[in-house]
């Protein structure tokens, strides 16, 4: 028989040399020697596959009792399951955003109370001012009025004032009627009060009866720093343009106040309304305009209720700002920090891997000792940087499972 993988054997005539064998190896006894490789390594991990196997079968299953599941020592399946200790908050709540705005208990908003055209401005933007500064000076028509109706009321009084004198001197000698005299003490008391309220809306303006400039001087009733300017030289006032309820139709001629003290307004989260507290300190962050720096402020006033569209709450703090670095009506981000006096009560704050859901509740388990742990239903707040505040019901300290806790809901709840 020859064989199949034999070549035939080629001759050298012209040499007369014994003929040569050439062998080559066919292709399908190559493909049939890869194959058997093949098998052979299928049998090898098939064989290690099923030696896990039966260790796993082997070992002791966990127990259940309740919401606790212990494993017993040694547990391969303790290997896919670690936890860490929770850490007590330092932050009430974090990464709040917030807008800065004067200080309203000092700041003043000075508008025209007469019309008028402005003629000259007395202070420019940063300047310091003291209560009573001069900031502009208008020509007003309606000042000059009130100078006018002030000198007039003064006449007109002096000249009742006359009348009801030389009518109580007739009547004394029997040349005048009783009724003559009540009637010019009528005219009197009338135009008494007349004057005093010329001269009051005059002393409202700053003027006084002698008087008889048309010039009106705008001045400031607080002391501070002028932060901003609406009025330019040659421009048309009119005190009407004073709308407090339509803020959006005007401008303030100027605006005083003390930067180194600034208002914050927050809204925060329903969730994080146990978090808040009159005088909690707050750390105020601007990184956009103010990389690394850090404010410090206190919570002064927390609405009375929720805004029914956001479901927030708006909070207002004072922020100090000594070095006028932060400007009104920037945003910055805000922290409501733990009152160290309280920090164990403040809750504690876990990984996102350890909270699971369900329903709507969130569940946390809690290793109590080596291989033995418990699931406990937790209140949580709002999660930030991949971390969740646990409001209650974990301390400080305890170990909370942060990876394997699905797998270990699937041993206390086994799927149907």
């Known amino acids: 028989m020859k064989c199949q993988n034999d070549a035939p054997v080629a001759s050298d005539r012209s040499s007369g040399k014994p003929p040569r064998p050439t062998w080559r190896p066919r292709p399908v006894a190559l493909a049939s020697w890869l194959v058997c490789l093949a098998l052979v390594a299928a049998l090898v991990l098939s064989g290690c596959r099923k030696n896990e196997l039966e260790k796993t079968a082997d070992a002791p299953a966990p127990k259940v009792e309740g919401d606790t599941i212990t494993f017993p020592t040694n547990s391969p399946q303790l290997a896919s399951i670690s936890s860490q200790p929770a850490e007590a908050r ?32 007395r202070a420019d933007l940063g300047d310091a001012i003291t209560n009573g500064a001069p900031l502009a000076e208008i020509d007003s028509p309606d000042f000059n009025q009130a100078q006018a109706n002030a000198r007039t009321a003064a006449g007109n009084l002096a000249a009742a004032e006359k009348a009801f004198t030389r009518s109580k001197e007739l009547l004394d000698h029997g040349a005048a009627a009783q009724k003559d005299v009540e009637g010019a003490e009528a005219a009197f008391i009338a135009a008494q009060a007349e004057r005093n309220r010329a001269v009051s809306v005059l002393a409202n303006y700053g003027g006084n ?23 330019n030289p040659g421009q048309e006032l009119r005190a009407d ?25 927050l809204d925060v989260p329903e969730a994080g309304l146990a978090a808040l507290q009159p005088g909690r300190p707050l750390r105020v962050f601007a990184p956009g305009a103010l990389p690394g720096q ?30 006028k670095l932060l400007k009104a009506e920037m945003y910055v981000q805000v922290d409501v920090v733990t009152d160290v006096a309280r920090l164990g009560q403040a809750g504690v ?30 209140k949580t707040g709002e999660e930030k940087d991949n971390k969740v505040p646990i409001l209650d019901g974990i301390n400080p300290g305890q170990k909370v499972v942060t990876e ?9 709840e086994p799927a149907s």
């Open 90 to 121: 330092t932050n009430s709540l974090e990464h709040l955003t917030g807008r800065l705005y004067w200080d309203d208990d000092k700041t003043v908003r000075v508008f025209t109370p007469v019309a008028g055209r402005v003629t000259a401005i």
């Open 209 to 231: 009866e002698q008087s008889s400039n048309s010039i009106y001087i705008l001045r400031s009733h607080l002391a501070g720093v002028l932060v901003e300017k609406n009025i």
């Open 349 to 378: 704050e876990v990984p996102s891997t350890a909270l699971f859901m369900k329903g709507v509740d969130s569940f946390v388990f809690i290793e109590e000792s080596s291989g033995r742990y418990h699931r406990l239903r937790v």
């Open 241 to 265: 343009l004073m709308l407090a309820n339509a803020p959006n139709l005007f401008a303030p001629n100027f605006v005083i106040s003390d930067p180194t003290t600034l208002w914050l307004q």
């Open 404 to 412: 394997g806790a699905l797998l270990l809901q699937s041993l206390l």
């Open 294 to 323: 850090v404010f410090s402020g206190t919570i002064d006033k927390i609405a009375d209720a929720l805004d029914p569209l956001t479901r927030t709450v708006r909070v207002r703090g004072v922020v100090n700002n000594p070095d």
